[in-house]
């Protein structure tokens, strides 16, 4: 198998854990992500000078080879965050180690595709006679979402088992303003539509002196509701929420930006079809909605074509 060529689609956790497990056993490995960046869901926003994670909130590090390859690749970057998470009756959830990039988390992408040969804003639209993007490969491992690989190899009216999620940023003049200082954030799990809110001071390095920065996810059932709703109208109802929680003054409130995300998280469990020959399909679908998962489960398809299975 040495030597085949892959093209990967996708340069999310899963596409990069696979393309560098893929290099590192002798493959000509090419990365096609249709974003300027890099990171997919592990996203980050540069917004009105500072760097807002509007994905991925942070990471685990619960596997050891996973903790080692983003030990290695960040370094000193990679922070842990100290605050602590509130439910919505106010208690603590249990500690776990949770983890940041100081620059934004979309870094931790970049940071483990170091050296990979990584071609950003290319959108692959079609496959024909596996050629992606002007070049000819052996195989094509894709990590879009499901429902846009299914459409990449022709698979009509394909399951969508991801829930979608709509996020507001939200900016503040003044440090810590309100009740942020006490805790990083508030997962809400009881139905209510601010499924979580987090104060993105908490990670050092993201937010410029003098400022607040609030992160918002909305619940599933909200997300659903308003999917196709005006930004503006649902944006403006979740800073409502956020900020009678957190006891912000709405004086202080000096901008906003919604995100609309269609495929966040799995909410379903489904079977992959048999893929046409030479396809492969990898992320976070084939395990956890979680940073980690998805390029482990990179790195397991990535292992299935090394091992030719
Ligand atoms: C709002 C939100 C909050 C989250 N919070 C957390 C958290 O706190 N902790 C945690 O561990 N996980 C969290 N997750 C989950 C985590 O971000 C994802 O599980 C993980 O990043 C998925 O990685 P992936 O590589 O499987 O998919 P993706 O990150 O979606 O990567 C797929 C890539 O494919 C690209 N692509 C798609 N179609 C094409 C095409 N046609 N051509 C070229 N490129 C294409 C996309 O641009 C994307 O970059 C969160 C997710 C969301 C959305």
Request: charged content about 25%.
């Amino acid at each position: 198998m040495e030597n085949k060529s892959v093209a990967v689609i996708g340069a999310g956790m899963a596409g990069i854990g696979a393309a560098r497990l893929l290099a590192d056993a002798g493959f000509r490995v090419v990365v096609f992500d249709k974003s300027r960046g890099m990171g997919g869901r592990c996203a980050t926003k540069r917004w009105e000078g500072h760097s807002v994670d509007h994905g991925a909130q942070y990471f685990t590090m619960r596997d050891a080879d996973f903790s080692r390859e983003a030990r290695l690749a960040c370094g000193g970057d990679l922070l842990e965050i100290q605050s602590p998470i509130f439910d919505e009756a106010g208690r603590e959830l249990p500690g776990e180690e949770r983890f940041f990039h100081a620059k934004g988390n979309s870094r931790l992408a970049r940071a483990l595709a170091e050296g990979l040969d990584v071609r950003t804003g290319v959108t692959i639209e079609a496959v024909e006679d596996r050629r992606v993007g002007g070049e000819e490969f052996d195989l094509i491992l894709s990590t879009a979402p499901w429902p846009q690989t299914a459409k990449l190899v022709g698979i009509s009216g394909a399951e969508n088992p991801y829930a979608p999620c709509l996020a507001g940023l939200f900016l503040y003049e003044g440090e810590m303003v309100g009740a942020t200082a006490v805790r990083y954030a508030i997962s809400d799990r009881s139905g209510h539509a601010l499924a979580w809110s987090a104060c993105e001071n908490h990670k050092s390095g993201h937010v410029g002196e003098g400022f607040t920065v609030m992160v918002v996810h909305a619940s599933e059932e909200f997300s659903r509701t308003r999917l196709e709703d005006d930004p503006a109208s649902w944006v403006a109802d979740l800073r409502a929420l956020m900020e009678e929680r957190w006891e912000i003054p709405s004086s202080v409130f000096r901008a906003v930006h919604p995100h609309r995300w269609r495929y966040a998280r799995i909410s379903g469990k489904m079977g992959i079809p048999a893929l046409p020959e030479g396809w492969h399909f990898a992320g976070d679908l084939l395990g956890e909605s979680r940073v980690e998962s998805a390029w482990l489960a990179g790195r397991a398809a990535a292992a299935r074509i090394i091992s030719g299975a």
